[in-house]
């Protein structure tokens, strides 16, 4: 059983919007920081955005900074993010991580190494979503 579940993929035109949904279950909501992450066949997996909830910190890819937004529902144990002016090179499968990491941590992380941390340490992940954006 999938602690961590994906949903609101689909197709849409440049500059349109969708919203993904990460859902957490059982372990998977002890976890403080939770990310998204997409990939395309033949490339490795890339951060997109993260949140460290001990603060609600935040971390986004330079590419997505400023069309993207990543907020959580606490009450709902889900993580949303809102991607807006979508563009052809959004498109990949995007999937959604978490880590249960120190608070020391949390506090003084990077971008990079938030990224790093959740690639590198999550126990969960998510089966994917995938996001398709037509010129």
């Known amino acids: 059983q999938r602690q961590l579940v994906e949903s609101g993929g689909g197709s849409v035109q440049a500059g349109g919007s969708l919203r993904l949904s990460c859902e957490a279950s059982g372990e998977a909501t002890r976890a403080n920081c939770i990310g998204w992450f997409r990939q395309t066949p033949g490339t490795e997996r890339e951060g997109v955005a993260a949140?460290?909830?001990?603060?609600?910190?935040?971390y986004y890819a330079d590419s997505v900074k400023g069309r993207f937004t990543i907020s959580r529902d606490s009450a709902k144990n889900t993580i949303y993010i809102q991607m807006d002016s979508l563009n052809p090179e959004d498109t990949a499968m995007y999937y959604c991580?978490?880590?249960?990491?120190?608070?020391?941590?949390?506090?003084?992380?990077?971008?990079?190494?938030?990224?790093?941390?959740?690639?590198?340490?999550?126990?969960?992940w998510g089966q994917g979503t995938q996001v398709t954006v037509s010129p």
């Open positions: 949140i460290y909830t001990g603060v609600g910190k935040t």
């Open positions: 991580a978490g880590a249960k990491i120190p608070d020391w941590l949390g506090l003084q992380m990077t971008t990079s190494e938030a990224f790093g941390v959740l690639k590198d340490e999550s126990k969960y």
